[in-house]
């Protein structure tokens, strides 16, 4: 079973899930029907749902689905962090090729112009629709979600997202704040309604449209909750009694952890509620009867996402779309690890279910190539007659398959980078090297890399010894005339140079990018409401 909720105080390292529907996913119906896609993506998800073996939380009609599709146990993401881990997936490329480990540039501008999984259908002949958070606004989605190049149609965005961190949470004292912990009223709210139920309407409006269409649809819906701050319908909170509600196992920093390695969970601690408790920055401890609090509205946002997933999947049946359409369920990042399987994964398996050409994997390196894939095609684990075969795949009558997961040692280092071109600085580290043991233990937090068993070679900075100079990564100053370019364009940018960049960084702007200083208004196709 999924551990029970050690990351409880750092939102963004949460464990992803992904839920493929194979019902509709037969090798006879992949050549003769277009299948539609219906895409769900949930923000920071970690496996707290029955599906998962978690006995606490509600989660029904997520549960439902898995019964009825492929759930993998052991996928991760990319990055744990919102924006790199979205473009990572939606274009089936790792951040060292987006060139986005933060939330501060555009892949189309900065890295290459590298297609996207729903601008793949929408040019397969498919219409692209985006409802919620899908990209991650902003910069890294060029104000616009990556439209028109991705979208059909202008991408939606729920009108009450705008209220989500504003004083809208009512408190003991009868103010209004902007808390942590919001369960609301939601006739008490502005507009009477909330950007999840905003999402799940708008949603349910484009399929009834597309129910009269002669082209087959790809939709993703990106829902906000559960992440923070925790604004629900307050009638979800009486699911979970705070006298149910279990402590994390593991409340204390992990021994021999690098301090760059651990989240201080400054965003929250900006939250009204929690600038109460006047907490120690960066390890003070949360108080026992507040950490219940954040778990048990945790799990309420769960609860209340399951019941927007269980009114689409309604719709859609409603609808008779459900046996045409794929659906695939992921939360967008996870633990910053890669195993059997990845969200990488996600793009070259849709497109083959539904049919379409897998693009071929990636060459080394991709910069300069539009259209590749850098994760696995798990088509062969919807085959019923290879799944035999697979020694990481068990099948129940129901046919759920679940991946089990071996054991590992995960070295990781922390860089300093230049976000724009992506070049590591292996000489200016920011402090720290870890390894953690996984294993099949539910809880396992301790820092391993400086044992003596199980040290692993470092790289030490501002070495000089030859050794050590051969494990460096970085291009050589020598010997490379290609090399010697791409160094004078680092430095230039170090200096500020925008007018020198390296041959390496200026093949892969595309010209016919433009950049959009503002998103455009929603126009629907016709009047929704």
């Not at 390292?13 to 529907?21: E, F, G, M, R």
């Amino acid at each position: 079973m999924p551990p029970g909720g050690w990351c409880l105080l750092c939102f963004g390292l949460v464990l992803s899930s992904v839920c493929a529907s194979a019902e509709s996913a037969a090798p006879s119906n992949l050549t003769t029907v277009p299948l539609n896609v219906l895409l769900i993506i949930v923000d920071d998800l970690r496996p707290s749902l029955g599906c998962y073996g978690d006995k606490l939380v509600r989660s029904p009609n997520i549960d439902q689905l898995a019964s009825h599709s492929l759930l993998f146990q052991n996928a991760f993401a990319q990055q744990a962090v919102c924006a790199p881990s979205r473009v990572s997936f939606l274009t089936g490329r790792r951040p060292d090729t987006t060139r986005l480990y933060d939330f501060n540039s555009y892949w189309r501008v900065h890295a290459g112009n590298f297609s996207t999984l729903p601008q793949y259908f929408k040019e397969n002949g498919y219409v692209t629709m985006s409802v919620g958070k899908v990209f991650h606004p902003g910069i890294s989605s060029n104000y616009s979600d990556d439209s028109p190049y991705s979208w059909s149609i202008p991408p939606y965005h729920p009108s009450s997202e705008k209220y989500e961190n504003t004083k809208t949470c009512r408190g003991p004292d009868g103010e209004l704040h902007a808390n942590l912990l919001c369960p609301v009223d939601i006739a008490d709210v502005p507009e009477g309604t909330l950007p999840d139920k905003q999402s799940t309407e708008q949603a349910i409006r484009l399929l009834e449209k597309t129910k009269t269409s002669t082209r087959p649809f790809f939709l993703a819906v990106g829902y906000h909750k559960p992440h923070i701050p925790f604004r629900y319908p307050k009638e979800f909170q009486k699911l979970y009694p705070l006298e149910n509600i279990t402590l994390a196992p593991d409340p204390k920093v992990p021994a021999g952890l690098p301090p760059v390695a651990y989240n201080p969970w400054m965003d929250i601690r900006q939250r009204e509620d929690v600038q109460a408790l006047n907490l120690s920055v960066p390890y003070g401890p949360i108080p026992v009867d507040f950490q219940r609090k954040i778990r048990q509205s945790y799990f309420a946002s769960i609860s209340y996402l399951d019941t927007q997933v269980g009114h689409l999947l309604s719709a859609l049946d409603d609808l008779q779309l459900a046996n045409s359409t794929i659906i695939a369920f992921a939360s967008d990042h996870g633990r910053q690890v890669t195993d059997l399987v990845e969200l990488l994964s996600l793009s070259p398996t849709l497109a083959g279910l539904a049919g379409l050409h897998v693009p071929p994997r990636c060459p080394v390196p991709s910069f300069h190539v539009e259209l590749c894939r850098e994760g696995q095609n798990l088509m062969k684990h919807f085959q019923v007659e290879d799944v035999e075969g697979d020694p990481h795949l068990h099948v129940s009558q129901a046919s759920l398959g679940v991946l089990t997961s071996p054991v590992l040692k995960l070295p990781v280092s922390w860089l300093r980078f230049i976000s724009r071109s992506g070049q590591k600085l292996w000489r200016r580290p920011l402090g720290g090297f870890n390894m953690a043991r996984v294993t099949r233990k539910p809880v396992e937090t301790t820092a391993v890399m400086h044992q003596p068993t199980l040290r692993a070679k470092q790289l030490t900075p501002r070495a000089k010894t030859k050794k050590t100079r051969k494990s460096d990564c970085r291009p050589k100053s020598v010997g490379s005339g290609k090399a010697k370019k791409i160094q004078k364009g680092i430095k230039g940018l170090l200096h500020g140079n925008s007018k020198k960049k390296s041959s390496h960084t200026s093949t892969t702007i595309p010209r016919k990018v433009k950049r959009v200083k503002k998103a455009k208004k929603f126009r629907p196709l016709t009047k929704m409401d």
